[in-house]
């Protein structure tokens, strides 16, 4: 199967961790990318690779994977980072894939 | 500034066609692939279609397959998506995206705003 599977949605008290993660075949072969959606807005990179944040990322975000399946990590979340949060790889055929999005509340 | 812009949005009735388009800037577009993603109302991210930058390799959903054809003008930089005999599960707002890949990574790193695609009668 080429489908990304993520948890619908996880909360955090504010400061504290949250791991979001994302499982499928595909994360065997190719690494994920991990996106942030907030409301009405356009998707954003925030991880990619094994452990890798694009400029301005703040540092708090953390990826990691294992097997088939891949991990996002916030460490003292912020209120800021509460949104939707998406995986994404691709497949042997060359689609690429999306998770079903995970819905990050900051308490 | 890196940028993409699409547009070419609107209301289409249901067997209609619509092309959306999607100008880059700030970057050598022939250099990147590029893909458009979809997002209905009140749902995920779909990946619709591929397209690679310097050679003729495109790749399109399932769901769209047959019905839609991703293209580009590396001379106009500029990515189009054609779509036909559209559905009212096609409503949703479309992003064109640049791809970046290296061995077994791949990432979309730039987005644009997306445009609107409502199909309704």
């Known amino acids: 199967s080429s489908g990304l599977t993520q948890d619908p949605a996880v909360s955090v008290a504010l400061g504290q961790t949250v791991r979001i993660t994302c499982q499928g075949d595909s994360l065997r072969t190719y690494y994920a990318s991990w996106y942030q959606q907030m409301p009405r807005q356009a998707p954003v990179l925030v991880m990619y690779?094994?452990?890798n944040r694009p400029s301005g990322i703040p540092d708090r975000f953390s990826g990691s994977t294992s097997g088939n399946r891949a991990s996002l990590t916030i460490t003292g979340a912020q209120a800021e980072d509460e949104g939707d949060y998406y995986c994404?790889?691709?497949?042997?055929?060359?689609?690429?894939?999306f998770g079903g999005g995970t819905k990050v509340t900051v308490l | 500034e890196v940028q993409l812009v699409e547009s070419g949005g609107g209301l289409v009735q249901p067997g209609g066609s619509l092309r959306l388009s999607c100008a880059a800037s700030g970057f050598i577009f022939s250099d990147y692939s590029m893909n458009w993603v979809r997002q209905a109302p009140g749902k995920g991210l779909e990946w619709v279609a591929y397209s690679a930058g310097s050679s003729s390799a495109v790749y399109h959903a399932d769901s769209v397959k047959g019905r839609f054809t991703i293209s580009r003008d590396n001379a106009k930089n500029s990515l189009y998506l054609h779509m036909n005999s559209l559905r009212a599960e096609d409503t949703a707002v479309y992003y064109c995206a640049r791809e970046f890949w290296t061995g077994y990574i791949y990432y979309m790193d730039v987005w644009g705003k997306g445009t609107t695609v409502s199909v309704s009668s």
């Open positions: 994404e790889s691709r497949d042997s055929s060359g689609n690429r894939v």
């Open positions: 690779g094994e452990n």
